[in-house]
């Protein structure tokens, strides 16, 4: 069964770390364009970090660069968002995707062909 399962998603005061983990199985991630999406209430699914299968180059949104980490676990076929120094704007669901190729990464990550999407994961920074 070919899928992307996510998890690692949860409630964080300001200023703490999430990891987050997209495992895929049916299909190996190296060989495809990579990406974290997420989308909060009443807006649009953004891109925020994707990784280029071809040359393994890392991509940031703005909104994200600096805080958070993407990577790829070849060997558990996983890849990661490691997220840093949260803030109550980094509320929404989270979402990792697979797909063929990254159209453009700025101001932030469009795959082309994206044939899986993760469940999604809720991440909700409080105090």
């Known amino acids: 069964q070919v899928q992307l399962v996510e998890s690692g998603g949860g409630l964080v005061q300001p200023g703490g770390s999430l990891r987050l983990s997209c495992e895929a199985s049916?299909?190996?991630?190296?060989?495809?364009?990579i990406g974290w999406f997420r989308q909060a209430p009443g807006r649009e699914r953004e891109g925020i970090s994707c990784?280029?299968?071809?040359?393994?180059?890392?991509y940031y949104s703005d909104s994200v660069k600096g805080r958070f980490t993407i990577s790829r676990d070849n060997a558990n076929n996983t890849m990661y968002l490691q997220m840093k120094s949260l803030k109550p704007e980094d509320t929404a669901v989270y979402y990792c995707?697979?797909?063929?190729?990254?159209?453009?990464?700025?101001?932030?990550?469009?795959?082309?062909?994206?044939?899986?999407w993760g469940q999604g994961t809720q991440v909700t920074v409080s105090s």
């Open positions: 995707a697979a797909g063929a190729r990254i159209i453009t990464a700025q101001p932030m990550c469009v795959i082309e062909g994206v044939f899986r």
């Open positions: 049916g299909f190996t991630l190296d060989r495809y364009v």
């Open positions: 990784i280029n299968s071809s040359d393994g180059r890392t």
